[in-house]
C-alpha cells in the first residue's frame, strides 16, 4: 500500500533513476580532447563540470597556436568574463573611479582604454559574461578536438552545423545550443567578422530548428500558496537558523523577490515606519523594503516593497523580522552609511549566514552576506517545517506565489509591477507618481494577514 503523507502539501513525486544514453559518446570525445590537446600542451586539463566535455583553461592552451593560424586571434582569446573593476559595487562607484583616474595618462588613448577596461564591460550582467566565456570555451575546445581551429573565427555556416551536429550527438539540451550559437554570433559581432548566422530570419530559423527537436517542457514549479505563510508564520521555530528561514520564505513571497534580492538585502534597507514618519498616520507599524537593484531595473532606479501590520497579532511580518534581528543582533548600526543609491558597508545582511558558536548556538559570522543560492536553501528549509517537501518548490517559488496571490485578489498589474519590479507596464510605471501608499500595501492585503 502507498505511503501517504497526512500534510497536504507534500506531493513529492516518486522518481526513477534513468540511465544516460549519451555517457559512451560524451566519455569518447573526452578521450579524443585530451588526445588532441597533448599536441598542445604538458599542462593537467581543467575540465567544467558542463554535459559537453569542456577544458577551461583552453586559453592558454591555445594562444600559441590561436596568434599563428587565426587571423582574428585576439578576439578569439579576449576573455570578455575578466569584467570590470566596478562589478559588484553596488553604487559605491567612486573611490573605485578616483583611484584609476589617478593613475590614468591624460591623454586621449589613456582615457579612452580606461572607459574601455572599467565601463565598457558593464554593457551585460557579470554573470552573463561569465557563461558566454565559458560557451566561447566549448567552442575553442571543440575546434581543437576536430582539427577546426583555423575555421574558428571567423566561422562559416558548415563549421557551425558540423559543431551543433556533433553535440547533438553528445546528447546536449536545446537551451545549450542556443547558448553556443549566442556564443558564437556575439563573438562575431565583437571581431566585426560575418556571422556564420546571418540574412533574413536566419537566426529565429536555426533556433527554432533546435526547439522542434530539442525543446522540452520546462520543470514543473509551484508558488507559495497564503496557506503556506499563515502556516510558516504562526510556526514556533525550535532556533535562530530556523527563524531566519522562516522571516526570509514571508519576506520574499509577501514582497515578490528573487532569492538574488533576498542575498542582497541589509538590515538597514528594511525602515520601519517610513510612511508613518512621512506623516500618514494610518500605517503606524507597516515596513518599507528598499531594493537597490532588481532584473529589469540595471540603472538601479531602485523598488519600494510595502508590508503593512496584520489584524492577528502571530501573522504580523514586521514584528518578527525586528525580532529576528534583535535575536541576531543584527539591526542597522549606528555608523551606517546607506545612501540613495549606494549599498551601505557597516550594516549586516537582512538574512545572514549562520554559524555554529560556542554551546553550540548559530551566530552571525564575520563575513555573513549569503548566496542566492544559500537563500533558496532557505525557503526549501522553511517549507520542510511545515511539512512540504515536494522538488516542486524551490526560492522561485516565493515570487511565483506573491505574483500569483496578489494577482488572484485582482491587484492592479500596473500597481503589482511596482512591488515585483517587473519589466511590464515599464512606460505606464514610470508616469505613476502614487500621492498615498495605500495602493502598494496591495500586495500584502492580498494574503489577509
Not at 97 to 119: Q, W, Y
Not at 359 to 374: D, E, F, I, N, Q
Request: include cysteine; hydrophobic fraction near 35%.
Amino acid at each position: 500500500m502507498p505511503h501517504t503523507s497526512p500534510h497536504p502539501y507534500n506531493n513529492t513525486p516518486s522518481l526513477t533513476a534513468v540511465t544516460s544514453s549519451f555517457a559512451q559518446p560524451r566519455a569518447a570525445y573526452r578521450t579524443a580532447t585530451a588526445t588532441a590537446l597533448s599536441t598542445y600542451t604538458t599542462d593537467p586539463l581543467q575540465w567544467t563540470a558542463s554535459c559537453i566535455p569542456t577544458v577551461c583553461n583552453i586559453q592558454d592552451i591555445l594562444a600559441p597556436t590561436l596568434r599563428r593560424s587565426c587571423s582574428a586571434w585576439a578576439a578569439a582569446l579576449h576573455n570578455g568574463s575578466d569584467g570590470s573593476p566596478l562589478d559588484g559595487a553596488l553604487g559605491n562607484w567612486e573611490p573605485v573611479v578616483t583611484s584609476i583616474a589617478a593613475a590614468t595618462p591624460p591623454t586621449i588613448e589613456g582615457m579612452s582604454l580606461a572607459f574601455t577596461t572599467v565601463i565598457t564591460p558593464l554593457g551585460s550582467a557579470r554573470a552573463t559574461r561569465v557563461k558566454a566565456w565559458r560557451n566561447w570555451c566549448t567552442v575553442l575546445t571543440w575546434a581543437a578536438t576536430r582539427s577546426a581551429l583555423d575555421s574558428t573565427l571567423p566561422m562559416d555556416t558548415s563549421t557551425l552545423q558540423a559543431m551543433l551536429w556533433d553535440f547533438t550527438s553528445l546528447g546536449a539540451s536545446n537551451s545549450t545550443l542556443k547558448s553556443i550559437v549566442d556564443a558564437v554570433v556575439s563573438r562575431h559581432r565583437e571581431a566585426r567578422l560575418p556571422s556564420p548566422v546571418q540574412g533574413p530570419l536566419a537566426y529565429s530559423r536555426l533556433i527554432r530548428c533546435l526547439a522542434r527537436v530539442l525543446g522540452r517542457p520546462r520543470s514543473h514549479k509551484q508558488g507559495i500558496t497564503r496557506d503556506m505563510v499563515v502556516s510558516l508564520l504562526r510556526s514556533n521555530p525550535p532556533d535562530l537558523l530556523a527563524f531566519r528561514n522562516k522571516t526570509a520564505t514571508i519576506t520574499l513571497t509577501l514582497g515578490c523577490m528573487r532569492p538574488s534580492e533576498g542575498a542582497a538585502a541589509l538590515s538597514c534597507d528594511l525602515v520601519f515606519n517610513s510612511d508613518y514618519d512621512a506623516g500618514l498616520r494610518q500605517y503606524m507599524g507597516c515596513t518599507t523594503l528598499h531594493t537597490l537593484t532588481r532584473k529589469q531595473d540595471q540603472e538601479r532606479k531602485g523598488h519600494q516593497m510595502r508590508f503593512g501590520v496584520a489584524t492577528d497579532p502571530q501573522l504580523d511580518i514586521n514584528y518578527q523580522l525586528g525580532l529576528f534581528m534583535d535575536m541576531a543582533g543584527t539591526r542597522p548600526r549606528t555608523d551606517c552609511n546607506r545612501r540613495p543609491g549606494k549599498k551601505c558597508t557597516v550594516c549586516p545582511p537582512l538574512f545572514p549566514k549562520l554559524a555554529k558558536g560556542p554551546g553550540g548556538s548559530w551566530v552571525v559570522p564575520a563575513r555573513a552576506t549569503p548566496t542566492p543560492a544559500l537563500v533558496s536553501t532557505m525557503v526549501t528549509s522553511a517549507l520542510h517545517t511545515i511539512g512540504v517537501h515536494s522538488k516542486a518548490f524551490t526560492g522561485a517559488s516565493c515570487r511565483m506565489g506573491g505574483l500569483t496571490v496578489a494577482t488572484e485578489a485582482g491587484v492592479p498589474e500596473s500597481i503589482l509591477w511596482m512591488q515585483s519590479g517587473h519589466a511590464q507596464d515599464r512606460a505606464a510605471r514610470h508616469y505613476v507618481r502614487l500621492t498615498n501608499p495605500d495602493r502598494l500595501y496591495d500586495t500584502w492585503r492580498a494574503f489577509r494577514l
